[in-house]
């Protein structure tokens, strides 16, 4: 996995260069290519859990000619491995959340002031965040 998130730096810092460098607008570039509005700035930025679905790395290195051969291939191979690896630790997060909230919870129970600190709806309402983000993030 280390050796892919090195040539996931390659490809994100050569588009960082071309937006620099060329003034390149990728708003265009992702009405171009069908991607959604932010993909690449996503992507720059490492937010993979942000990248749609429609976003594809190669097809963006063969627009932009960013030569192929600079990018590893198994880049290409397993970017949907990372970006869903990158979706089980937010997930994870929320989850270690969630039980922080939980038990917190249950500590203070017997505390007259629970109502200052944290309320039973706001451990639903983390509960049900969860319940939303997991019917858009494949496990």
């Known amino acids: 996995m280390a050796q892919n998130k090195e040539h996931i730096a390659n490809l994100r810092l050569a588009l960082y260069n071309l937006k620099e460098e060329k003034q390149l607008n990728f708003y265009l570039v992702e009405q171009e290519l069908h991607f959604e509005r932010g993909d690449i700035e996503h992507f720059i930025k490492a937010e993979f859990r942000k990248v ?4 594809s790395p190669y ?15 198994s880049y290409f191979r397993n970017f949907d491995e990372i970006k869903k690896y990158d979706n089980y630790m937010f997930k994870l997060i929320i989850n270690n959340k969630i039980e922080e909230l ?3 919870y249950d500590k203070l129970k017997s505390i007259s002031d629970i109502d200052k600190l944290y309320t039973q709806g706001e451990i639903e309402g983390l509960r049900e965040a969860l319940a939303v983000y997991d019917q858009y993030v494949e496990d």
């Not at 749609?52 to 976003?55: K, R």
């Open 59 to 73: 097809k963006l290195c063969t627009y932009l000619n960013i030569p192929i051969e600079d990018i590893h291939s």
């Open 52 to 55: 749609s679905d429609i976003f």
């Open 102 to 104: 939980s038990n917190e």
